[in-house]
């Protein structure tokens, strides 16, 4: 089945540690979106990348870093994670075009970080 | 500005009582986009509808179905005859055209479903 999948599902940290969390789409799909999601509140978008241009929000800090090396691919870095940091981080995907709307986004499982 | 209000913040209803999820939103925009998406406990987000500010039409899915009505900016989503797999959080969300792909969600409704 096609599918958006997030590794690893868990990941445990230290303060200041750097962390990447990847994500791995088979839906060939030409967006990817990175959000944070914080208890019992609506997800955060951090950045997205349509094809490969990437698009950062103004209001993402800079510990935070995205790659794409390919349309399957997208990994999120924190360079440096704080204790405001610990989330869930939930990774996107879509498929745009011009004059095709706004379509639907596809979720991965999400990768639950806790900063110790 | 774009707004999405979920006032409802958390509900519960016995297993098998009908139940709708209120959504209000706010745009200047004339075409937009409107979404549900499901997050059951296990925190993955399920998609379940999307609607575009041109098409008014209710939609019925199974025991889902949704009511937008633009003259008073809504979008609600009524389940009937709910069931406890229904229990998880529901978002409404809401895109503008030319919004660089960014949704607007709202704050999410809890729902529970008691046996």
Redesign the interface.
Known sequence: DAMVIQNPRYQVTQFGKPVTLSCSQTLNHNVMYWYQQKSSQAPKLLFHYYDKDFNNEADTPDNFQSRRPNTSFCFLDIRSPGLGDAAMYLCATGREGPGQGFNEQFFGPGTRLTVL | AQKVTQAQTEISVVEKEDVTLDCVYETRDT?Y?L?W?KQPP??????LI?R?SFDEQNEISGRYSWNFQKSTSSFNFTITASQVVDSAVY?CAL?E?G?????I????TKLIIKP
């Open positions: 075409t986009y979404f998406y296990s925190g993955e987000l399920v998609f999307r575009n978002f895109s055209a919004s660089n792909y960014q949704l969600w709202g704050a999410g």
